[in-house]
Nanobody, 127 residues
Framework: QVHVVESGGGSVQTGDSLRLPCATSGRPFSSYAMGWFRQAPGKEREFVAAISRSGANTDYADSVKGRFTISRDNAKNTVYLQMNSLKPEDTAVYYC????????????????????WGQGTQVTVSS
């Protein structure tokens, strides 16, 4: 059975930083493309960032480009979302997602293409 577990959420001020780790179990971490999504109250779950199996390729939503960085450590079975210069509009529940893909360089940014999901972690940014 595959488990996806996020952590690192919290309440911060505008301009602060947070790092969200996400760990998986159940099969080799390097077999997963990984992604981060977020859902604010009353809104759809939206794409934030994604990274390929190898870590060589990444993709970001326009709203977070230049502020957020996704990375992974395959030796630690962990993907990270480094969030800098946080804004109140970044307030949401952040979800980590994993999916098995064949190519090591493929980046998956569609929500429906992810099979495994974490329970979410709350990030609140106050002005």
């Amino acid at each position: 059975q595959v488990h996806v577990v996020e952590s690192g959420g919290g309440s911060v001020q505008t301009g602060d930083s947070l790092r969200l780790p996400c760990a998986t179990s159940g099969r080799p971490f390097s077999s997963y493309a990984m992604g981060w999504f977020r859902q604010a109250p009353g809104k759809e779950r939206e794409f934030v960032a994604a990274i390929s199996r190898s870590g060589a390729n990444t993709d970001y939503a326009d709203s977070v480009k230049g502020r957020f960085t996704i990375s992974r450590d395959n030796a630690k079975n962990t993907v990270y979302l480094q969030m800098n210069s946080l804004k109140p509009e970044d307030t949401a529940v952040y979800y980590c997602a994993a999916t098995v893909v064949a190519g090591s360089g493929n980046v998956i940014n569609r929500r429906d293409d992810y099979y495994y999901w974490g329970q979410g972690t709350q990030v609140t940014v106050s002005s």
